[in-house]
């Protein structure tokens, strides 16, 4: 069964604003990915959030992990039409090299 | 640049061929997956290979079996193909873990089963 589910499953907003995307998961983990998916295109890694972290940032990117709920969100900041995409959280197994991906949210930021 | 590259970007295929989807890395890189992307379903893992000729089955290797000869390269096999494989298909690759856990993707492969 699938771990990181995200939500919401589509998000339109205009440029400039922020956009918010969360992620639950259902059982422990020692690592949390987010990805970013241009249409018909290959996933490209955002940013990786340790079990022991509880905020990372990467230019406009923030994400932010709360493992006692058991989720994570990532908040981009002042987007761009060229932010829109389908956004992954990715979250680990028993094998660290292996990784549960979400369904996806898919972000339409308007010019 | 890590570069993973797929034989092919969209493929028709009718039911019942073997289907061939090649995935080469350039980076030396131990790990190497093939998921299936469909809508609503996000990527679901089907093969997983952490060496040369070593593989361990996904969550849904059924219809599936993966061949890897070469590090630089992991192949996916349909055996016979079916019209609910008709899906995108993305290879990755990934470093052993104590170096990072990122996983770098191809451009995909879409496959179309008549």
């Known amino acids: 069964s699938q771990q990181g589910e995200e939500d919401p499953q589509a998000l339109s907003i205009q440029e400039g604003e922020n956009a918010t995307m969360n992620c639950s998961y259902k059982t422990s983990i020692n690592n949390l990915q987010w990805y970013r998916q241009n249409s018909g295109r290959g996933l490209v890694h955002l940013i990786l959030i340790r079990s022991n972290e509880r905020e990372k940032h990467s230019g406009r990117l923030r994400v932010t992990l709360d493992t006692s709920k058991k989720s994570s969100s990532l908040l981009i900041t002042a987007s761009r039409a060229a932010d829109t995409a389908s956004y992954f959280c990715a979250t680990d197994r028993y094998n660290f090299n292996k990784f549960y991906f979400g369904s996806g949210t898919k972000l339409n930021v308007k010019p | 640049d890590v570069k993973v590259t797929q034989s092919s970007r969209y493929l028709v295929k009718r039911t019942g061929e073997k289907v061939f989807l090649e995935c080469v890395q350039d980076?030396?890189?131990?790990?190497m997956f093939w998921y299936r992307q469909d809508p609503g379903l996000g990527l679901r893992l089907i093969y997983f290979?952490?060496?040369?000729?070593?593989?361990e089955k996904g969550d849904i290797p059924e219809g599936y079996s993966v061949s890897r000869e070469k590090k630089e390269r992991f192949s996916l096999i349909l055996e016979s193909a079916s019209t609910n494989q008709t899906s995108m298909y993305l290879c990755?690759?990934?470093?052993?873990?104590?170096?990072?856990?990122?996983?770098?993707f191809g451009p995909g492969t879409r496959l179309t089963v008549t």
């Open positions: 290979s952490y060496d040369v000729k070593m593989k």
């Open positions: 990755a690759s990934s470093p052993d873990r104590a170096l990072s856990y990122e996983q770098y």
């Open positions: 980076m030396d890189h131990e790990n």
